[in-house]
C-alpha cells in the first residue's frame, strides 16, 4: 500500500499527524527530515514511519507533502528529479509564497500539483486548509487532497491569486493575540488575571462558536451584543476611532509583503 509522505518535519508536519491521529487515519505515514531527533520524537508521539533517505521516502508516495521552508523547496525539488515520474503520483505543497506554476518547473509532469495551507489548529482536528489546483486537474486529484485534508477540519478551495490574503488572515495567530490583548487590557482594568482570560476566551471564542454553529447574520449577531448607548457599543465605538479597522488592515498589508518576500527569495518569477 502506497504511503502519504511528508518531506519535512517541522510543526505542521507535527500538527497534521497529531490531527491524523485524532482521526484514525487509516494511510501509512511516512517522514522524511534531515534531523535524526525530530524523526524519533514523531515516530515515538504518533507512531509514523520514519525515512532519512530523502529519495527513498519519495520513493514509497502516493500523495507527497512538501512541507519545507520556501527558500527550501528548490532543493529539495532538484534532489527528487533522478526519481523515476510516477503517473500517479500527486504531490501538494505547504510552502508560503511559491506557486503552482513554478511547482512544476521545478518537478514537472507527470506529478500532479496541488497548494495547501493549512492551520495548526488541525492539531486538534479543528483545522482549516485551503487549497488551490492547476487548471485542468482531474477530479481524482482533488479529491485526494480535500479528502486528506477534510481528516483535520473544514476545505475551502481558493484561487490561487488570493492565497496570500487567506494566508495573512486565517491564522490562528489573530485570536491567540487578540485574547491576550483583551486579557491584559481587563487585567489593566483590576480584573484578576485568571478571570480575566475566562471573560475574553468567551468574548473572542465561545461568540465566534456561536456564530458558525447558527450561521446567522454577523450584523444582526453584533446587533445583539452591542445595544445602541450601552456598554458593548460604546467600547466599539471607541476601538473604531482608535483606528482598530486601520491598525487590521495594516497588519494583513505586512503580512501579504512578507509573502512575497518569501517568495522572491524561494526563486519565484
Known amino acids: 500500500m502506497k504511503a502519504t509522505v511528508f518531506?519535512?518535519?517541522?510543526?505542521?508536519?507535527?500538527?497534521?499527524?497529531?490531527?491524523?491521529?485524532?482521526?484514525?487515519?487509516?494511510?501509512?505515514?511516512?517522514?522524511?527530515?534531515?534531523?535524526?531527533?525530530?524523526?524519533?520524537?514523531?515516530?515515538?508521539?504518533?507512531?509514523?514511519?520514519?525515512?532519512?533517505?530523502?529519495?527513498?521516502?519519495?520513493?514509497?508516495?502516493?500523495?507527497?507533502?512538501?512541507?519545507?521552508?520556501?527558500?527550501?523547496?528548490?532543493?529539495?525539488?532538484?534532489?527528487l528529479r533522478v526519481l523515476p515520474r510516477k503517473a500517479?503520483?500527486?504531490?501538494?505543497?505547504?510552502?508560503?509564497?511559491?506557486?503552482?506554476?513554478?511547482?512544476?518547473?521545478?518537478l514537472g509532469p507527470p506529478v500532479r500539483w496541488a497548494r495547501a495551507m493549512p492551520s495548526p489548529v488541525a492539531r486538534f482536528g479543528h483545522g482549516l486548509t485551503a487549497v488551490t489546483f492547476p487548471a485542468r486537474v482531474p477530479q481524482s486529484v482533488k479529491g485526494l487532497v480535500r479528502n486528506f485534508f477534510e481528516q483535520v477540519g473544514e476545505v475551502v478551495e481558493v484561487p490561487e491569486r488570493q492565497f496570500d490574503a487567506f494566508t495573512v488572515t486565517y491564522s490562528a495567530s489573530h485570536g491567540y493575540h487578540a485574547l491576550a490583548t483583551l486579557a491584559r487590557a481587563a487585567r489593566d482594568l483590576g480584573l484578576q488575571e485568571s478571570i480575566a482570560r475566562v471573560a475574553a476566551a468567551h468574548a473572542?471564542?465561545?461568540?465566534?462558536?456561536?456564530?458558525?454553529?447558527?450561521?446567522?447574520?454577523?450584523?444582526?449577531?453584533?446587533?445583539?451584543?452591542a445595544t445602541p448607548g450601552g456598554i458593548a457599543a460604546s467600547v466599539m465605538h471607541a476601538m473604531d476611532q482608535a483606528g482598530y479597522q486601520k491598525i487590521i488592515s495594516r497588519g494583513l498589508k505586512a503580512g501579504v509583503v512578507r509573502a512575497q518576500k518569501n517568495a522572491r527569495k524561494s526563486g519565484e518569477a
Open 88 to 106: 500517479n503520483l500527486v504531490a501538494c505543497s505547504l510552502a508560503a509564497g511559491i506557486s503552482v506554476k513554478n511547482l512544476q518547473q521545478m
Open 204 to 225: 473572542l471564542g465561545d461568540s465566534i462558536v456561536a456564530w458558525r454553529d447558527e450561521r446567522a447574520s454577523l450584523h444582526a449577531l453584533l446587533q445583539e451584543a
Open 7 to 79: 518531506l519535512g518535519g517541522g510543526r505542521i508536519t507535527a500538527a497534521l499527524l497529531a490531527g491524523l491521529h485524532l482521526a484514525k487515519y487509516s494511510v501509512p505515514v511516512i517522514v522524511h527530515d534531515r534531523n535524526p531527533h525530530k524523526l524519533r520524537a514523531l515516530k515515538k508521539e504518533f507512531g509514523v514511519g520514519s525515512e532519512p533517505d530523502l529519495l527513498r521516502a519519495a520513493d514509497q508516495a502516493k500523495l507527497l507533502f512538501v512541507a519545507v521552508r520556501p527558500s527550501d523547496v528548490p532543493a529539495v525539488l532538484a534532489n
